[in-house]
């Protein structure tokens, strides 16, 4: 067992470092909540926070499966998007944080990598960060809404906004719209003033009304392609006709590729982010020079994006999405919810 050491205003404090991690590869069975097996983690010249918060995304399951192809150090920790409170901070970083700050971070940290993927994550209690990757939290956004932020809905923001330029009034449609990327998809799209069409798969679709969708399409009851035809009617040349999308939303790739092609209105955009059912899909480019079709790519998020979103958190314009927070100790049965798509939006963890 290690002992890890921080300074607690002024008194030190000795303790085992409570942390989730696993040793091996595999599913949610190789998880363990305990004391930290490993080195303390501490790097000169970071600043402490104590976690109070952290999400699971997509990547975390790809990591603890090893099916990434990314070396991975063990022991690791799962989680890249954590909010907490400031323990201590070192002298050249007096100027921005203080004990007792609020903070989220922005998980790509400088030299150490993605937290949760080449880098031990942040579910545990005491957390090492760089004083740059930390970004202020406002007093009325909780920790759990501050980590739910930062992956989903970072990459959402900078495809839908900063690289898509959805706007008020135009059509979008959002494919794969029940998981943390594609909820994020759907407030952010309805907060811009678009008409928003989202797809999901089950029962949890219906819950897609509740954040701003406008119409949802169950895909475990209907063809896409053939419910927006029959609800929206076909795409024309040269703008003519009312049917289509402005937006079509794809981070599925694999199937769904060209019948997103072909949903798109003339001059419209495809946005891309991921491609969770593959990277290769046959595509049609008929579709693509005929309707002078662009198609947009988005990768990641910045630190800006990051506290956009927080500024909206704050005024009321974004609440970002997810179930009742669970606590640590319930995070292999979390990550097999996770695996199985039972989460609705994002999974909050609590320590």
């Not at 994020?184 to 928003?196: E, F, H, P, T, W």
């Not at 040349?237 to 769904?256: L, R, S």
């Not at 002078?292 to 988005?298: A, D, H, L, M, Y």
Request: charged letters at 20%.
């Amino acid at each position: 067992m290690n002992i890890f050491v921080y300074n607690v205003g002024n008194s030190v404090c000795n303790s085992p470092m409570r942390a989730a991690y696993y040793t091996q590869h595999g599913g949610p069975e190789r998880l363990k909540v305990g004391d930290w097996p490993g080195d303390p983690l501490e790097h000169d010249g970071h600043v402490l926070v104590r976690v109070r918060a952290v999400a699971l995304n997509g990547f975390d399951p790809m990591m603890l499966a090893g099916s990434t192809g990314l070396r991975v150090p063990m022991p690791m920790v799962p989680c890249g998007d954590f909010a907490g409170e400031v323990l201590t901070v070192p002298d050249h970083a007096h100027d921005k944080w203080q004990p007792g700050d609020r903070v989220c971070g922005y998980p790509m940290l400088p030299d150490l990598g993605m937290l949760g993927e080449v880098t031990p994550g942040a579910a545990r209690e005491v957390l090492s960060v760089p004083a740059e990757s930390l970004i202020a939290v406002p007093d009325n956004v909780t920790f759990a809404q501050a980590a739910a932020l930062p992956v989903a809905y970072g990459t959402a923001l900078r495809m839908m906004y900063t690289r898509g330029a959805v706007k008020a009034g135009e059509r979008v449609l959002i494919l794969g719209a029940t998981g943390g990327v594609g909820v994020a998809c759907v407030q952010l799209a309805k907060a811009r003033g678009a008409s928003v069409v989202a797809c999901g798969r089950g029962p949890r679709s219906r819950r897609l009304l509740d954040i701003g969708a406008d119409e949802i399409i169950d895909t475990a009851e209907h063809d896409v392609y053939l419910a927006v035809r029959e609800r929206f009617g076909k795409p024309d040349y040269a703008g003519k006709g009312d049917g289509g999308f402005d937006v079509v939303v794809n981070y599925i790739g694999g199937d769904t590729w060209t019948a997103g092609l072909k949903l798109v209105r003339q001059g419209g955009r495809v946005l891309v982010c991921g491609a969770t059912a593959g990277h290769d899909p046959q595509t049609d480019l008929r579709y693509v020079w005929s309707f002078e079709q662009n198609i947009v790519g988005s990768n990641g998020w910045t630190m800006d994006d990051q506290r956009e979103l927080l500024a909206m958190t704050a005024e009321g314009v974004l609440a970002p999405v997810f179930d009742e927070p669970r606590p640590i100790d319930d995070i292999a049965e979390v990550m097999s919810d996770l695996i199985e798509r039972r989460i609705f939006g994002k999974a909050v963890l609590t320590l």
